[in-house]
């Protein structure tokens, strides 16, 4: 059941499904979530049984607000205080210390917890509400089957999981790809997932230097939306620069059938049976169009989907990882 989430009841229905340990879509910037009250340990096993996540991925929990923090973190590093100063709302996830006792089931039982606070106006209409209501925070991974394309409309998500879930309609995500996860639990920012965000600004937030989980000696967190093979739609995807993506197209020929393409350089095949679609210029609005572009390319019941390796450039780290974790699940 997809609902206007601008209208009232709306969002009354959505905390009354909430209040009740039932599931619901909601949307965010970046992607739709599926959510559940955070500190009800039994309605957040519905979000991994529901996904078939895994129960011991921790979830992110959505806050209304910088002052929410406090109830879910044990503690708040400088560092992350600036970046919340100067992120929130917007799509970036801080990894923090958990208090004890506090939302153990969303945060996968691990001690440490990831909270972002979202600008999407119904998110954050929903989030004030509910925490008038004793829902202080939502915990809402990306509304898709575990590892699968994430969901950017309110039609995606029912697409996944049928009608009788309540999804409250808040438009196409604005952003489309997940949001930039920091770690803040080892003594500086560690980007555990690129996003819109890229590292320069937030090292200019934070005023430390940011380190990537590569530069790191030490095994990673468990933190969402890191595996390495994720994102992915039924069809095989591959990046392919666009020399190879020519010589490809000239050896098949018009035999290209099954094929879907999508390139920021224009491309030409001898068979009427190839999708060609031309991929922006700009990395943000690669970013808005990624998880849709790839759910149509199923829809369309091709079997291998070649993309133009993005530009090696900060702006394109959040598109390329996702494409990258993508192409491992072939």
């Known amino acids: 059941m997809i609902l206007?989430?601008?209208?009232?009841?709306?969002?009354?229905?959505?905390?009354?499904?909430?209040?009740?340990?039932?599931?619901?879509?909601?949307?965010?910037e970046t992607v739709y979530g599926l959510a559940a009250d955070a500190c009800n340990a039994s309605a957040v096993a519905k979000i991994f049984s529901t996904k078939g996540r895994p129960a011991d991925h921790p979830l992110i929990v959505?806050?209304?607000?910088?002052?929410?923090?406090a109830r879910f973190a044990s503690e708040v590093p400088a560092f992350a205080q600036r970046l919340i100063d100067a992120f929130w709302p917007g799509p970036l996830t801080l990894i923090l210390p958990r208090?004890?006792?506090?939302?153990?089931?969303?945060?996968?039982?691990?001690?440490?917890i990831g909270l972002r606070c979202p600008s999407h106006p119904v998110a954050h209409e929903l989030l004030r509400a509910g925490a008038e209501r004793g829902i202080f925070g939502v915990a809402a991974p990306s509304a898709n089957r575990f590892g699968r394309v994430s969901p950017t409309t309110a039609a995606h998500v029912s697409s996944e999981f049928g009608d009788d879930l309540l999804v409250l309609d808040g438009g196409p995500c604005t952003?489309?790809?997940?949001?930039?996860?920091?770690?803040?639990?080892?003594?500086?920012p560690v980007?555990?997932?690129?996003?819109?965000?890229?590292?320069?600004?937030?090292?200019r937030a934070a005023g430390t230097k940011v380190v990537t989980k590569e530069e790191l000696?030490?095994?990673?967190?468990?933190?969402?939306?890191?595996?390495?093979?994720?994102?992915?739609?039924?069809?095989?995807?591959?990046?392919?620069?666009?020399?190879?993506?020519?010589?490809?197209?000239?050896?098949?020929?018009?035999?290209?059938?099954g094929i879907a393409i999508w390139?920021?350089?224009?491309?030409?095949?001898?068979?009427?049976r190839a999708i060609l679609r031309r991929m922006p210029l700009d990395a943000a609005a690669v970013a808005q169009q990624l998880f849709?572009?790839?759910?149509?390319?199923?829809?369309?019941?091709?079997?291998?989907?070649?993309?133009?390796?993005?530009?090696?450039?900060?702006?394109?780290?959040?598109?390329?990882?996702?494409?990258?974790?993508?192409?491992?699940?072939?």
Request: glycine content about 8%; overall charge negative.
């Open 4 to 28: 206007d989430g601008t209208q009232p009841s709306a969002i009354t229905a959505a905390l009354d499904a909430l209040a009740s340990g039932d599931l619901i879509g909601l949307p965010t």
């Open 62 to 69: 959505h806050v209304p607000d910088a002052h929410a923090v």
């Open 99 to 112: 208090r004890e006792g506090v939302a153990e089931a969303a945060a996968g039982g691990h001690p440490s």
């Open 175 to 188: 952003i489309g790809i997940e949001s930039a996860i920091i770690d803040c639990t080892r003594g500086a």
């Open 191 to 203: 980007v555990l997932r690129p996003g819109q965000l890229v590292r320069m600004d937030i090292e």
């Open 217 to 257: 000696a030490a095994p990673d967190p468990q933190a969402p939306g890191t595996l390495l093979a994720h994102y992915a739609p039924a069809a095989r995807v591959r990046m392919m620069e666009a020399k190879e993506l020519r010589a490809a197209l000239d050896l098949l020929g018009a035999d290209a059938a």
């Open 263 to 272: 390139s920021r350089t224009e491309l030409r095949s001898a068979s009427s």
């Open 292 to 330: 849709a572009v790839l759910r149509g390319f199923d829809d369309e019941g091709v079997k291998l989907i070649w993309i133009e390796t993005p530009p090696d450039n900060p702006e394109w780290d959040g598109v390329r990882d996702r494409l990258t974790r993508a192409a491992a699940s072939a």
